[in-house]
């Protein structure tokens, strides 16, 4: 009990009020700030409770008037569909193919023009070709023609027009 009379209890009381006031208005300045920005998000969300809907709605009422090209179906013609075949021609600016004969003998088959057969495959018309051939001693044969077919699979080449040797 002779410490509650003491001198130095109330410098403690006081320096405890001291501290408490500064405490208190600490907290009421961050009170004030926490308040200031909990007012702020809550006008944000607020905001993008309206913005996000109205987007989506924009979103999707675009998609569905979007003028759409896939649902639509036309007849072709007949001069389309005679279009449509020669696009599918697989042709060939300045073809050369290699390879070896029956005899280990390596020739070359050149050509302006080849354009694979719409019925076979491995049928190729071809347009100023010229075939090299290396015989076993060395020298080299060339044939030239106007045209020709060249069968891929069979390695044989059929000139015509204006064949020379």
Do not use: C
Request: glycine share 4%; charged share 30%; aromatic share 6%.
């Amino acid at each position: 009990m002779a410490m509650e009379n003491s001198p130095e209890s109330p410098k403690i009381t006081t320096l405890d009020k001291a501290a408490h006031e500064r405490l208190e208005r600490l907290s009421r300045y961050a009170g004030d700030k926490q308040s200031a920005h909990s007012t702020a998000y809550s006008n944000f969300i607020r905001k993008l409770r309206l913005i996000l809907p109205l987007v989506a709605v924009i979103i999707i009422a675009a998609l569905l008037t979007w003028p759409s090209q896939d649902n639509e179906i036309s007849v072709l013609k007949e001069e389309q569909k005679e279009a449509l075949k020669t696009i599918r021609k697989n042709e060939l600016t300045n073809p050369k193919f290699q390879s070896v004969d029956d005899k280990n003998q390596p020739y070359t088959i050149t050509a302006d023009k080849a354009v694979q057969d719409e019925k076979n495959d491995d049928l190729l018309m071809l347009e100023n070709p010229v075939g090299d051939l290396q015989l076993s001693g060395g020298n080299w044969v060339a044939i030239k023609a106007a045209s020709g077919e060249y069968w891929q699979k069979l390695e044989k080449l059929y000139l015509k027009e204006n064949v020379r040797l």
